[in-house]
């Protein structure tokens, strides 16, 4: 698995499927508490590291909270979840 | 001239025995930790042409070589229990001592005119090899040449363990040093490659252990007790006196090996510090000051490089990677004028980014040929400015063995640390991209050393920070790095 594959780029229709996904979870910046994000890469953890059940991905999310200092955060999803 | 058994000659046939002994079984240790033979440089999963384990590697998962290693029994191996470090540390003290005592053996051979014998000076000796197996084999013995103490097969025999497979066996041995194949690529390719020197390597072992069994067959067939007296009193005189001087002697060599074997499981640092001492001097004055001088062509690049080492499995080391590592910095610091930070950004733009294609070894045997790109570490150095009292550097990374590598011996926070001297080399490299990509997490992202004269386990992958230090004794265990802490490697490994 080469650096291109670890991570893709996610469809309108996925991205909104995250942030339905991190809503329902009530998902929120653990930095500034804001939930609101924008949707980054889909980053496949299942195969690289040991402790990953084989489905999993940890997708990218930015806090759209712009006095917000570190807003790089992401939230760990099934494939299932939003990749469909 | 008259061809006797000098007393020389005796007493380096005895401590070839011990030589042999153990390098044959700190060679099956060093082989037990990839016990898989190639004969391309790409060392690909399933590719192998000899394999010695029944590991099945999962699919599904990230493994790497670390997982592949096998356990085998000291009954074969020195020390075994796959212990890597200590099969080194023996198998390279061990050659040390068997090529001094064989460049005085053949020195004497020559000074003495004792080499006649294994010279076979006439075609005529060939056929008449041929004819002395076909004799054994119908169990009668052949004549011995006219003046010589050996017949035909004979001759040709030692003739070939001396002056042909022994040398053989060094150059193979030479052939696997990461710090001769980079500076010496032509070397390498000599032989075919690097995996074609393992497996001819694999073939020399053979090659002894069916010489070993064959002459004391032979041995034996021409009479255990006029021939070993030979050996121990330089004539056929008290046969059983012989006899029995042989049998004390290798339960001697069996008593040796089972006390050097406990010994070595049970302080294997004290082993560690001993022959260190010995072989890294050797290693610092020969290996150490070779640079690197490859370039692959792109068609030779591996397919699927081979992977050592598992990534950090900690949320905020894969939420930084969905990111792409914007968040990443590395500080460099300790004993420098200028301590500094980098962003990944910093180090992708800087004017000087320098791109290698080279010959990957693996301290367990295995290579693989890569495409590296990043910042001459030598840039780095010379912007911080090391103190006059900085020695070495330092690579802490966000690996916590404990965590990441079940597979191995010992927990903590991965480090490794290399000499000042080796991150002047031209082909050291802080790498941020492989194969015209960024780096894999696999293979080390975002960040990871380049050290193209040493193996594989010093090229420090996810790497958070770098120290300068006048000394590493205070550092973990103080050898100078995770594994030589802790499964007890060398600190300057060129070979």
């Given at each position: 698995?080469?650096?291109?594959?670890?991570?893709?780029?996610?469809?309108?229709?996925?991205?909104?499927?995250?942030?339905?996904?991190?809503?329902?979870?009530?998902?929120?910046?653990?930095?500034?508490?804001?939930?609101?994000?924008?949707?980054?890469?889909?980053?496949?953890?299942?195969?690289?590291?040991?402790?990953?059940?084989?489905?999993?991905?940890?997708v990218?999310?930015?806090?759209?909270?712009?006095?917000?200092?570190?807003?790089?955060?992401?939230?760990?999803?099934?494939?299932?979840?939003?990749?469909? | 001239?008259?061809?006797?058994?000098?007393?020389?000659?005796?007493?380096?046939?005895?401590?070839?025995?011990?030589?042999?002994?153990?390098?044959?079984?700190?060679?099956?240790?060093?082989?037990?930790?990839?016990?898989?033979?190639?004969?391309?440089?790409?060392?690909?999963?399933?590719?192998?042409?000899?394999?010695?384990?029944?590991?099945?590697?999962?699919?599904?998962?990230?493994?790497?070589?670390?997982?592949?290693?096998?356990?085998?029994?000291?009954?074969?191996?020195?020390?075994?229990?796959?212990?890597?470090?200590?099969?080194?540390?023996?198998?390279?003290?061990?050659?040390?001592?068997w090529?001094?005592?064989?460049?005085?053996?053949?020195?004497?051979?020559?000074?003495?005119?004792?080499y006649?014998?294994?010279?076979?000076?006439?075609?005529?000796?060939?056929?008449?090899?041929?004819?002395?197996?076909?004799?054994?084999l119908?169990?009668?013995?052949?004549?011995?040449?006219?003046?010589?103490?050996?017949?035909?097969?004979?001759?040709?025999?030692?003739?070939?363990?001396?002056?042909?497979?022994?040398?053989?066996?060094?150059?193979?041995?030479?052939?696997?040093?990461?710090?001769?194949?980079?500076?010496?690529?032509?070397?390498?390719r000599?032989?075919g490659?690097?995996?074609?020197?393992?497996?001819?390597?694999?073939?020399?072992?053979?090659?002894?252990?069916?010489?070993?069994?064959?002459?004391?067959?032979?041995?034996?067939?021409?009479?255990?007790?006029?021939?070993?007296?030979?050996?121990?009193?330089?004539?056929?005189?008290h046969?059983v006196?012989a006899?029995?001087?042989?049998?004390?002697?290798?339960?001697?060599?069996?008593?040796?090996?089972?006390?050097?074997?406990?010994?070595?499981?049970?302080?294997?640092?004290?082993?560690?510090?001993?022959?260190?001492?010995?072989?890294?001097?050797?290693?610092?004055?020969?290996?150490?000051?070779?640079?690197?001088?490859?370039?692959?062509?792109?068609?030779?690049?591996?397919?699927?490089?081979?992977?050592?080492?598992?990534?950090?499995?900690?949320?905020?080391?894969?939420?930084?990677?969905?990111?792409?590592?914007?968040?990443?910095?590395?500080?460099?610091?300790?004993?420098?004028?200028?301590?500094?930070?980098?962003?990944?950004?910093?180090?992708?733009?800087?004017?000087?980014?320098?791109?290698?294609?080279?010959?990957?070894?693996?301290?367990?045997g295995?290579?693989?040929?890569?495409?590296?790109?990043?910042?001459?570490?030598?840039?780095?150095?010379?912007?911080?400015?090391?103190?006059?009292?900085?020695?070495?550097?330092?690579?802490?990374?966000?690996?916590?063995?404990?965590?990441?590598?079940?597979?191995?011996?010992?927990?903590?926070?991965?480090?490794?640390?290399?000499?000042?001297?080796?991150?002047?080399?031209?082909?050291?490299?802080?790498?941020?991209?492989?194969?015209?990509?960024?780096?894999?997490?696999?293979?080390?992202?975002?960040?990871?050393?380049?050290?193209?004269?040493?193996?594989?386990?010093?090229?420090?992958?996810?790497?958070?920070?770098?120290?300068?230090?006048?000394?590493?004794?205070?550092?973990?265990?103080?050898?100078?790095?995770?594994?030589?802490?802790?499964v007890?490697?060398?600190?300057d490994?060129?070979?």
């Amino acid at each position: 698995m080469g650096s291109a594959e670890e991570r893709r780029e996610l469809t309108d229709d996925q991205r909104e499927r995250v942030l339905r996904e991190a809503e329902e979870r009530g998902f929120a910046c653990g930095c500034c508490g804001s939930g609101e994000f924008k949707v980054g890469k889909a980053l496949y953890v299942g195969f690289l590291f040991l402790s990953e059940n084989h489905d999993n991905y940890v997708v990218a999310l930015t806090c759209k909270n712009r006095d917000c200092r570190t807003p790089r955060t992401g939230i760990k999803l099934k494939g299932a979840e939003f990749l469909y | 001239m008259e061809f006797g058994y000098p007393w020389w000659l005796r007493i380096e046939h005895f401590a070839n025995i011990i030589f042999m002994v153990f390098l044959i079984r700190s060679g099956l240790e060093i082989l037990a930790t990839h016990p898989k033979l190639y004969w391309s440089d790409d060392s690909r999963p399933g590719s192998e042409w000899g394999r010695f384990t029944k590991k099945v590697m999962p699919k599904d998962k990230l493994y790497d070589t670390l997982d592949e290693e096998e356990s085998y029994s000291s009954l074969v191996s020195m020390p075994g229990h796959k212990m890597l470090g200590m099969g080194r540390h023996w198998h390279f003290i061990t050659v040390l001592g068997w090529i001094m005592t064989g460049i005085i053996y053949v020195a004497l051979l020559f000074i003495t005119g004792q080499y006649h014998r294994y010279v076979p000076y006439s075609w005529e000796v060939f056929p008449r090899a041929w004819q002395d197996i076909v004799t054994y084999l119908s169990f009668d013995l052949p004549p011995t040449l006219p003046g010589q103490p050996f017949n035909a097969i004979q001759q040709l025999s030692y003739g070939a363990v001396i002056f042909i497979l022994a040398p053989f066996q060094i150059l193979t041995g030479a052939a696997q040093s990461p710090a001769i194949e980079a500076r010496f690529p032509w070397f390498v390719r000599l032989w075919g490659g690097r995996q074609w020197a393992r497996s001819l390597h694999f073939f020399g072992l053979l090659a002894f252990v069916g010489f070993i069994v064959i002459h004391l067959l032979m041995v034996t067939v021409h009479g255990f007790g006029p021939e070993t007296a030979k050996i121990v009193f330089g004539r056929e005189e008290h046969p059983v006196w012989a006899m029995l001087i042989t049998f004390a002697a290798l339960i001697g060599v069996v008593i040796l090996n089972v006390i050097a074997t406990k010994y070595t499981l049970s302080h294997p640092r004290n082993i560690q510090r001993w022959f260190g001492a010995v072989i890294m001097k050797v290693r610092r004055l020969g290996l150490h000051p070779l640079t690197s001088r490859q370039n692959y062509s792109k068609s030779e690049l591996t397919p699927e490089h081979r992977v050592n080492g598992k990534p950090p499995d900690v949320d905020s080391y894969k939420i930084m990677a969905a990111h792409d590592f914007v968040d990443y910095t590395i500080e460099v610091g300790g004993l420098v004028e200028r301590p500094m930070t980098f962003t990944l950004e910093d180090l992708r733009t800087f004017p000087t980014k320098q791109t290698q294609r080279v010959l990957h070894n693996c301290v367990q045997g295995w290579t693989s040929i890569g495409e590296w790109s990043g910042i001459p570490l030598r840039q780095i150095v010379e912007l911080v400015k090391p103190l006059p009292e900085a020695r070495h550097l330092v690579f802490w990374t966000m690996q916590d063995t404990e965590r990441d590598e079940p597979s191995a011996e010992g927990v903590g926070q991965f480090y490794e640390t290399i000499d000042l001297d080796l991150a002047y080399h031209p082909q050291t490299l802080l790498a941020y991209e492989m194969n015209g990509e960024p780096l894999p997490i696999k293979h080390g992202a975002p960040l990871r050393l380049r050290l193209e004269t040493q193996v594989g386990f010093k090229m420090a992958k996810w790497i958070e920070r770098i120290e300068f230090v006048s000394d590493y004794s205070q550092i973990g265990e103080g050898m100078g790095g995770w594994r030589e802490d802790n499964v007890f490697y060398d600190q300057d490994v060129g070979i």
